[in-house]
């Protein structure tokens, strides 16, 4: 689903047939000015999602950024102004809010490991324990934080997981079905593979035909003893019990990537509010 598509469906959602409580009270013409206050330290993101739901209510409005998205922030800063017909302000409203800080509470936990990764090799990667339907979002905000994606969906990516390996009957029946699919198909996507220990480890560094391995749930002592095992001969990836206490721990073993699931479901929103001016 496309950005756009996602903001339609979310004003229909919220506003329905009419947003009555605004039509009520505000006279038709009656415009004003509101500002987006930030009262929390964190990383802004939305800013742009913000300004296309409120044209998308009403082209007339004009919005003036003053924080770019990907911006530390501060209580008190002020990251935008939206001046124009106070109805189709006021309609908007908690959509943008809703959107700025969920998304400002991801990219906001992201920069935070980042920061914790500094001089080590490792680049943090999100997942797929994304919102449903919101996805777009919040990995556009996990990459304002300093993170990198990982797959958008099933499509874009082939990554065998234990119970791929368990269901196809083993670690080279699954990469070979993998081969063999792709060949069939016409695709070149990247594979990665997960493994569970240094058994299944063995037998994917001596089967080869992936591009990456998954270390899933090993411990910082084990990755580091796998990532010298692999050699460079696959890109590594690590993920399972990788927490904001023991991530750098993980980070210097020379791992290329660290997945963290919670970046995106398990997040705290950023806090900010909308202030009328006039």
């Known amino acids: 689903m496309t950005i756009d598509e996602i903001i339609r469906q979310a004003l229909e959602e919220d506003i329905g047939p009419g947003d009555h409580t605004s039509l009520a009270t505000i006279p038709l013409h009656k415009t004003g000015t509101s500002q987006l206050l930030i009262k929390e330290e964190g990383i802004l993101a939305g800013v742009d999602i913000a300004a296309k739901v409120f044209h998308t209510l009403d082209p007339s409005l004009e919005f003036e950024m003053k924080i770019p998205d990907g911006s530390e922030v501060k209580p008190g800063d002020m990251a935008f102004t939206i001046t124009g017909s106070s109805r189709s302000i006021l309609s908007g409203e908690r959509l943008a809010l809703n959107f700025m800080q969920r998304m400002s509470g991801i990219a906001t936990i992201t920069r935070r490991l980042v920061k914790i990764l500094d001089g080590t090799p490792a680049k943090i990667l999100d997942t797929r324990k994304t919102t449903p339907l919101l996805r777009e979002l919040e990995k556009m905000a996990v990459r304002l934080g300093g993170g990198e994606n990982h797959r958008m969906g099933l499509y874009d990516m082939i ?26 198909e016409g695709l070149q996507l990247k594979i990665e593979i997960e493994v569970r220990n240094f058994e299944e480890l063995q037998e994917v560094i001596s089967i080869g035909k992936v591009d990456r391995i998954m270390l899933d749930n090993f411990t910082p002592d084990n990755l580091a003893k796998a990532v010298r095992l692999i050699d460079g001969r696959f890109e590594t990836e690590a993920s399972g019990g990788i927490t904001i206490d023991n991530i750098r721990r993980y980070a210097e073993t020379g791992v290329d990537y660290i997945s963290v699931g919670a970046l995106t479901h398990h997040i705290k929103s950023l806090d900010m509010s909308l202030k009328a001016l006039t």
């Open 159 to 184: 990554m065998i997981k234990d119970n791929h390996v368990d269901f196809a009957g083993g670690i080279r029946e699954a990469i070979e079905a993998v081969i063999r699919y792709q060949k069939i």
